[in-house]
């Protein structure tokens, strides 16, 4: 299956003002999420750092909108971080997300871990992301460098054969595989990202797909796994709907696998909503209501009967 390249991706998107280098991180917020299978939760300081762009060009991606073009500078990130400490109350876990690789020098400078390890001493839990292939002794010493559990966020998107190839992402599925065990060697948790319908997959196909990639993620190990659905907005993804190659995925669809895992015995699994109003086959009677029960199915992590039966949308 072939789809789009580095350059095309590159090339099709949209013009939009992205964040220059700056002393202050994009957004800094406290989210509840579920912390194990049994529904227990906890509270996460969640902190958007502004650094720079992913060196891998994934057909699917938008989160490049939150980077900036350059080198991260050093030292940038340390005080981005100390200002959302500031700023914000302590919870038990912190997420370092960058839009991009921790682990990458482009993306955060190795001079400026240990600094980060530091402040990062008052967590039980820190989660950054990272490229599956992207294993550098860096790692292991940040890991040994922290008094709690680092949990690392890959992006597994799909095991289907044909389209993990044409996401462009430079990922084979060993690659995962290989990360996964070279984590757990070494006491690191994992957290994987799993794509709802990527392109090329009939609606039925997305559905079945996700769920595969959701038990590959959960037999290799991944404490937490993230359903994502594919959404527009990068350009190359409306590309692909204007050539017929690609359809928003239905918010049954996404209820529907949630419906599957949502009571997993071995990993916490729950539906990304950020975008859920882009979602197909959602009304204003019934849009809020859907959301509200998938909201409350991530942070409970069992099976709650729909209160949207009245709604007579298809």
Same mark, same amino acid.
């Given at each position: 299956?072939?789809?789009?390249?580095?350059?095309?991706?590159?090339?099709?998107?949209?013009?939009?003002?992205?964040?220059?280098?700056?002393?202050?991180?994009?957004?800094?917020?406290?989210?509840?999420?579920?912390?194990?299978?049994?529904?227990?939760?906890?509270?996460?300081?969640?902190?958007?750092?502004?650094?720079?762009?992913?060196?891998?060009?994934?057909?699917?991606?938008?989160?490049?909108?939150?980077?900036?073009?350059?080198?991260?500078?050093?030292?940038?990130?340390?005080?981005?971080?100390?200002?959302?400490?500031?700023?914000?109350?302590?919870?038990?876990?912190?997420?370092?997300?960058?839009?991009?690789?921790?682990?990458?020098?482009?993306?955060?400078?190795?001079?400026?871990?240990?600094?980060?390890?530091?402040?990062?001493?008052?967590?039980? *839990?820190? /989660?950054?992301?990272?490229?599956?292939? !992207? %294993?550098? $002794?860096?790692?292991?010493?940040? =890991? &040994?460098?922290?008094?709690?559990?680092?949990?690392?966020?890959?992006?597994?998107?799909?095991?289907?054969?044909?389209?993990?190839?044409?996401?462009?992402?430079?990922?084979?599925?060993?690659?995962?595989?290989?990360?996964?065990?070279?984590?757990?060697? *070494?006491? /690191?948790?994992?957290?994987?990202?799993? !794509? %709802?319908? $990527?392109?090329?997959?009939?609606? =039925? &196909?997305?559905?079945?797909?996700?769920?595969?990639?959701?038990?590959?993620?959960?037999?290799?190990?991944?404490?937490?796994?993230?359903?994502?659905?594919?959404?527009?907005?990068?350009?190359?993804?409306?590309?692909?709907?204007?050539?017929?190659?690609?359809?928003?995925?239905?918010?049954?669809?996404?209820? !529907?696998?949630?419906?599957?895992?949502?009571?997993?015995?071995?990993?916490?699994?729950?539906?990304?909503?950020?975008?859920?109003?882009?979602?197909?086959?959602?009304?204003?009677?019934?849009?809020?209501?859907?959301?509200?029960?998938?909201?409350?199915?991530?942070?409970?992590?069992?099976?709650?009967?729909?209160?949207?039966?009245?709604?007579?949308?298809?």
């Amino acid at each position: 299956m072939e789809l789009l390249n580095s350059q095309q991706i590159v090339a099709l998107r949209p013009t939009v003002e992205r964040p220059q280098p700056g002393t202050g991180p994009l957004d800094t917020l406290i989210e509840r999420e579920a912390s194990t299978p049994g529904g227990e939760s906890v509270d996460v300081l969640t902190v958007l750092l502004r650094g720079s762009e992913c060196p891998f060009r994934c057909l699917m991606c938008d989160l490049w909108k939150s980077t900036h073009s350059v080198p991260t500078p050093i030292g940038a990130l340390p005080a981005q971080l100390e200002s959302a400490l500031d700023q914000c109350s302590q919870a038990p876990w912190i997420k370092l997300y960058n839009a991009s690789n921790f682990f990458a020098p482009v993306n955060v400078p190795t001079a400026d871990l240990p600094r980060l390890a530091q402040l990062l001493h008052p967590f039980r *839990r820190i /989660i950054v992301e990272n490229h599956p292939r !992207l %294993l550098t $002794p860096e790692i292991e010493r940040f =890991s &040994e460098s922290l008094p709690g559990r680092l949990e690392i966020a890959m992006g597994l998107e799909t095991i289907h054969p044909e389209v993990l190839p044409a996401l462009n992402k430079n990922m084979q599925l060993d690659d995962f595989a290989k990360a996964c065990h070279w984590l757990q060697q *070494r006491q /690191i948790d994992i957290r994987a990202f799993v !794509l %709802l319908r $990527p392109p090329g997959l009939s609606e =039925s &196909e997305g559905v079945d797909w996700c769920s595969r990639s959701i038990d590959y993620a959960v037999d290799h190990g991944c404490r937490h796994v993230s359903i994502i659905p594919v959404r527009s907005g990068n350009g190359a993804i409306e590309e692909l709907q204007r050539r017929g190659q690609f359809q928003p995925p239905l918010a049954a669809s996404l209820e !529907l696998v949630l419906e599957r895992y949502a009571s997993h015995p071995n990993a916490v699994v729950t539906a990304d909503l950020w975008d859920w109003d882009g979602l197909v086959g959602l009304c204003p009677q019934c849009r809020d209501a859907r959301k509200a029960r998938l909201g409350r199915m991530n942070m409970q992590q069992c099976v709650l009967a729909p209160d949207h039966r009245d709604c007579s949308c298809p």
